[in-house]
Nanobody, 126 residues
Framework: QVQLVESGGGLVQAGGSLRLSCTAS?????????TAWFRQAPGKEREFVAT????????VYADSVKGRFTISIDKSKNMVYLQMNSLKPEDTAVYSC??????????????????WGQGTQVTVSS
């Protein structure tokens, strides 16, 4: 059973940076998987942020974070990272890690992931 645990959230001022981490476990390798970050702000629907394929490294970003956020993986540690720069108050949300095997490209930015973490809070003050 795949398990995902996020860490790295916190309070930061606008313009600052944070790096979120997602520890993936339950498999010796995540080859063939896609792992993504989603976020949900109070009173709003869950929103796609970024995703990466472990095989090939294809990445997809939401328009709202392009040029500011970078998703990456460390295959040796089964870790997924989200480097967030130039943070804005509207980035405030609970950020969750998600994973699924065998996703086609058109699915990558949708919530059709099988495994989800509990989330970590990111708060950006103005």
């Amino acid at each position: 059973q795949v398990q995902l645990v996020e860490s790295g959230g916190g309070l930061v001022q606008a313009g600052g940076s944070l790096r979120l981490s997602c520890t993936a476990s339950g498999r010796s390798t995540f080859s063939g998987f896609a792992t993504a970050w989603f976020r949900q702000a109070p009173g709003k629907e869950r929103e796609f942020v970024a995703t990466i394929r472990w095989s090939g490294g294809t990445t997809v970003y939401a328009d709202s974070v392009k040029g500011r956020f970078t998703i990456s993986i460390d295959k040796s540690k089964n870790m997924v990272y989200l480097q967030m720069n130039s943070l804005k108050p509207e980035d405030t949300a609970v950020y969750s890690c998600a994973a699924k095997a065998g996703m086609i490209y058109s699915e990558l930015s949708t919530p059709r992931y099988d495994y989800w973490g509990q989330g970590t809070q990111v708060t950006v003050s103005s």
